[in-house]
């Protein structure tokens, strides 16, 4: 089975700091992915992680811990165009074709 | 080129209607993917295609049908549909491999 929990919703303030956290319970792994949605668009691509540690991409950054299996998105200097949908998701299957399972998502709202 | 282009954007349509979703990616990506979302939901899988074969079909009823007529395009044929169908269907594609799956914009069904 497939079990990926992330928290319903976050707010955070302008020009803060933070962090998505998701852990994942599944039957194989090939990586993690965070995707941001915003209202009404498809998914965008933020970050892969296959081994632990930290990837960062400018003001994003994202941390796997397999053992755990738990990882974080940390969103650096927040601005109002970062509030949106964060999903996580997981890729279960470690022989090629990797169909995504999304956890449910985390609507950050970022406020002045 | 990153771009997943999905058509048409928005469709409205009766329950005795037969229409089409048309998906295009020019990456030479040979795993092709059909998600659903509902609203405040995260994307779910409903078919996926590697090179041209229909490897993976999540129990979605047959009154949607999908065709893969090439590597490049994929489609989406709907018949009978019922108003609980409506939602984003959100088209992706990916290196068989899997890494990174980037999405398309989606098209928005609406079932009267």
Same mark, same amino acid.
Request: charged share 10%; hydrophobic share 35%.
């Given at each position: 089975g497939q079990n990926i929990d992330q928290p319903t919703e976050m707010t955070a303030t302008e020009g803060a700091i933070v962090q998505i956290n998701c852990t994942y319970q599944t039957s194989g792994f090939n990586g993690l992915f965070w995707y941001q949605q915003h209202a009404g668009e498809a998914p965008t691509f933020l970050s892969y992680n296959v081994l632990d540690g930290l990837e960062e991409k400018g003001r994003f950054s994202s941390f796997l811990s397999r053992s755990k299996g738990y990882s974080y998105l940390l969103l650096k200097e927040l601005q109002m165009k970062d509030s949106a949908s964060y999903l996580c998701a997981v890729s279960d299957n470690p022989f090629g074709n990797t169909p995504l399972v999304f956890g449910k998502g985390t609507r950050l709202s970022v406020i002045a | 080129d990153t771009e997943v282009t999905q058509t048409p954007k928005h469709l409205v349509m009766g329950m005795t209607n037969k229409k089409s979703l048309k998906c295009e990616q020019h990456m030479g990506h040979r795993a092709m993917y059909w998600y659903k979302q509902k609203a405040k939901k995260p994307p779910e899988l409903m078919f996926v295609y590697s090179y041209e074969k229909l490897s993976i079909n999540e129990s979605?009823?047959?009154?949607?049908?999908? %065709?893969?007529?090439?590597?490049?395009?994929?489609?989406?044929?709907?018949?009978?549909?019922?108003? %609980?169908?409506?939602?984003?269907?959100?088209?992706?594609?990916?290196?068989?491999?899997?890494? =990174?799956?980037?999405?398309? %914009?989606?098209?928005?069904? =609406?079932?009267?």
């Open positions: - | 979605v009823p047959s009154r949607f049908s999908p %065709e893969c007529p090439n590597s490049s395009l994929l489609n989406l044929h709907l018949h009978a549909l019922q108003p %609980e169908d409506s939602a984003l269907y959100l088209c992706a594609s990916s290196q068989v491999d899997g890494n =990174t799956i980037y999405f398309g %914009e989606g098209s928005w069904l =609406t079932v009267v």
